[in-house]
């Protein structure tokens, strides 16, 4: 169990690296582009909703949206189910740049995938979904 926290740790540190790289390489600053992560990861959200994954306060937010939108890494539309709220929508998918950026890790993480059966891949997505899950909880409460 020791080994596993610490190689989840080690993980998590390798990754904040690689983003800063990805990051610096693009020339957005890190939080904007967590930002737009997030939004890739879990769809359009409310500026609030945005402020509350991230951490940062919605002043912040404002402005880190405003860049974005200035980019053309995000856009701001009516809410579909309440035209009352505005939600943050990411539009940098299929940007070439971000294409590029993650590609080499992204075919090195398809070649280690392939090393394990479709079960096994399984469980890995299973506890890897659990430990997002465990992270976020752990953000709310800090």
Do not use: C, W
């Not at 974005?68 to 809410?79: N, P, S, V």
């Not at 579909?80 to 294409?99: A, G, L, M, Q, S």
């Not at 995938?113 to 479709?118: G, K, T």
């Amino acid at each position: 169990m020791d080994q596993l926290t610490t190689l989840l740790r080690g993980f998590g540190s390798r990754s904040i690296l690689h983003q800063q790289a990805i990051v610096q390489s693009l020339g957005i600053p890190a939080n904007d582009y967590i930002s737009i992560d997030l939004l890739n990861e879990l769809g359009p959200l409310t500026a609030g909703e945005l402020a509350n994954k991230t951490g940062l306060s919605t002043g912040t937010i404002t402005a880190l949206i405003d860049r974005l939108e200035k980019i053309g890494y995000a856009r701001r539309e009516k809410d579909p189910n309440d035209r009352r709220r505005v939600i943050i929508v990411p539009t940098y998918d299929d940007r070439e740049e971000i294409k590029q950026a993650y590609q080499p890790l992204d075919k090195a993480m398809k070649e280690l995938a392939q090393e394990y059966s479709e079960k096994e891949l399984e469980l890995i997505n299973q506890f890897l979904a659990k430990a997002v899950s465990v992270l976020d909880d752990q953000l709310q409460t800090k």
